[in-house]
């Protein structure tokens, strides 16, 4: 691929702040080498738009971020037709006797489009990251309209014709799994599940963030996001950036806040919702209290 290395490594992952494992790694390279878009689904919070980020940072080209929801249309992916440039130029051809029609002017021609993400991505001289974040918010409409830029590198504009990729990008789609993806787009995508770290790794990837933090503290950390994750009564897991927040926030306070009472002055950080803090305060208050109480 035009303007990108032949690989990719672990060390220059890290430079970018991310720490993948062996999959991870070996999908960031086929993406790039076979030119194949990847599908990453997992829980929110797992690293899947964090995974674009790094890469774009370590090729050191551009990232184009296209935030999926619901009702999202081709035309804020694609680009439109400048209405008012085009009203402009009609008045122009009224009232110069030269022009014999509008058609002069050639109103429908890219002069007159505004580019948005998609068609950006594909016009640049030299590959860029396209991410598409949360693709599973979009319709059905939207995903099947993205089959052709996904399969073949072009999209059909009906004013200006079939415009093909410049370069290819390299493009990501995240999803956490709110409505099913359908087989047309898997099939045209490498696939990425990603679901929590293990533990190990977890607590290497918040030390790679907050490298001035101590062993043993990164690894209460992790125990502690681990065991309101496995907590079925949560409604919303921390993610492993507010792990690292978290870390952050103990190397100002001290690590004393990572305990009973002081760690209720913070939860905040990791959980987000009243119920989750209510939950999490009887599961601490649970664990301090001794057995047979």
Not at 199 to 222: C, F
């Amino acid at each position: 691929m035009s303007g990108l290395p032949d690989d990719i490594s672990l060390q220059q992952f890290k430079e970018a702040a991310y720490l993948p494992n062996e999959e991870i790694l070996t999908l960031a390279k086929l993406a790039i080498k076979l030119k194949k878009p990847v599908l990453i689904e997992g829980p929110p919070g797992t690293g899947k738009t964090s995974l674009a980020k790094a890469i774009a940072s370590l090729l050191k080209t551009e990232l184009l971020r296209i935030q999926c929801f619901e009702g999202i249309t081709a035309e804020q992916v694609i680009g439109e037709f400048n209405y008012q440039k085009q009203l402009i130029a009609i008045e122009l051809a009224k009232n110069n006797d030269r022009i014999k029609s509008i058609d002069e002017y050639n109103i429908f021609s890219t002069e007159y489009f505004i580019s948005r993400p998609l068609l950006l991505a594909l016009q640049q001289s030299t590959p860029v990251v396209l991410l598409f974040d949360e693709i599973d918010r979009a319709d059905e409409e939207f995903e099947a309209f993205l089959l052709e830029a996904l399969g073949e590198n072009q999209i059909t504009i009906p004013e200006l014709g079939t415009i093909k990729a410049t370069s290819s990008p390299i493009v990501f789609l995240t999803s956490n799994g709110t409505r099913e993806l359908s087989p047309a787009l898997r099939r045209r995508s490498l696939y990425l599940a990603l679901d929590y770290p293990e533990k190990a790794r977890e607590k290497e990837i918040i030390r790679l963030h907050v490298p001035e933090l101590d062993e043993k503290l990164a690894e209460k950390i992790v125990d502690l996001l681990r065991k309101i994750r496995r907590n079925e009564n949560i409604r919303q897991s921390p993610s492993i950036s507010e792990g690292i927040e978290l870390a952050q926030t103990l190397m100002v306070l001290g690590s004393e806040y990572l305990e009973m009472p002081k760690i209720e002055e913070i939860l905040g950080l990791i959980v987000k919702n009243s119920a989750d803090i209510t939950e999490v305060r009887r599961m601490l208050v649970t664990e301090k209290q001794p057995s047979g109480v």
